[in-house]
C-alpha cells in the first residue's frame, strides 16, 4: 500500500558497516512491524512497535539488530556491523490499532532492499 | 506461539479454479488474514475472515472452520497475473506475534 513510505528502496553496504531502514505508516496508524524476506523464503516477523513502545521483539536477532518507533519521525531498523547473511528484503507495515476486525489489517510499504558486499 | 502450514508449490491453468489451503495452531484467534505477494514485490491484502463459513470477492474466496483451525482460498478463473505467493496469516488478539505469516504458497499459472 502507498501509504506506508520505506527508504531507502535500496541500499548496498560494506560487511562491517551499519545500515538503517526508515518507515512511515499510513496517516493514523500508530503500529508498526518490520519483517524480513529472504530470497525465496517466507515473511519472518522481527518485531512490532507502538509509538515509543516496543511491544514484542520476539523475532529481533538477539545481536546487532534493533528497533524504535519515537514519538515523531519513522520507525528506523538499526542493523549493526552487517554481515552477508543480512542481505535480505525487510518490509514494514502499519494499522491503526491490534484490536478485532478488519479495520486492523496491515498494510505494507514496498520494502527495503539490503545487499551487503 | 503459531504453527502455520500452507502447500509450498501449487501449478494450475490458466481460466482454471483452484484452492489453497492454511491450516493453524494458534492461541487467542483473532482472525485471518490472506496477502498475496507477487516477486520482489510487497504483500498486498486479499481477505479476512473472523466467523466461520466463506467470504466472497470477485474471483476470490475465503473459507474459515476455527473449530478446525482451517482455512483455504478458492482462486476462480485464473489468470496469469494471480502467478504470485499467497500467504495465510492468523491473527492473535494479544501482544505477542500478533501478525505473523505462514510459509507462503507459491502458485503457477499455466497458459
Known amino acids: 500500500n502507498a501509504g506506508v513510505m520505506q527508504n531507502p528502496r535500496h541500499l548496498v553496504r560494506r560487511r562491517g558497516q551499519e545500515a538503517r531502514l526508515r518507515c512511515s505508516p499510513m496517516k493514523g496508524h500508530s503500529h508498526v512491524y518490520w519483517y524480513r524476506q529472504l530470497p525465496e523464503e517466507g515473511l519472518k516477523f522481527m518485531v512490532y512497535l507502538q509509538k515509543e513502545n516496543i511491544i514484542d521483539e520476539s523475532g529481533m536477532p538477539k545481536e546487532r539488530f534493533s528497533a524504535e518507533f519515537p514519538k515523531e519521525g519513522p520507525s528506523i531498523l538499526r542493523i549493526q556491523q552487517v554481515v552477508r547473511g543480512d542481505s535480505a528484503a525487510y518490509f514494514c507495515?502499519?494499522?491503526?490499532?491490534?484490536?478485532?476486525?478488519?479495520?486492523?489489517?496491515?498494510?505494507f510499504g514496498e520494502g527495503s532492499w539490503l545487499t551487503v558486499v | 506461539g503459531q504453527n502455520i502450514d500452507q502447500p509450498t508449490e501449487m501449478t494450475a491453468t490458466e481460466g482454471a479454479i483452484v484452492q489453497i489451503n492454511c491450516t493453524y495452531q494458534?492461541?487467542?484467534?483473532?482472525?485471518l488474514f490472506w496477502y498475496q505477494q507477487h516477486a520482489g514485490e510487497a504483500p498486498t491484502f486479499l481477505s479476512y475472515n473472523v466467523l466461520d463459513g466463506l467470504e466472497e470477492k470477485g474471483r476470490f474466496s475465503s473459507f474459515l472452520s476455527r473449530s478446525k483451525g482451517y482455512s483455504y482460498l478458492l482462486l476462480k478463473e485464473l489468470q496469469m497475473k494471480d502467478s504470485a505467493s499467497y500467504l495465510c496469516?492468523?491473527?492473535?488478539?494479544?501482544?505477542?506475534?500478533?501478525?505473523?505469516f505462514g510459509p507462503g504458497t507459491r502458485l503457477s499459472v499455466l497458459p
Open positions: 507495515a502499519s494499522s491503526n490499532n491490534s484490536g478485532t476486525g478488519i479495520g486492523n489489517t496491515i498494510y
Open positions: 496469516a492468523p491473527r492473535r488478539n494479544n501482544y505477542g506475534q500478533n501478525f505473523v
Open positions: 494458534t492461541s487467542g484467534f483473532n482472525g
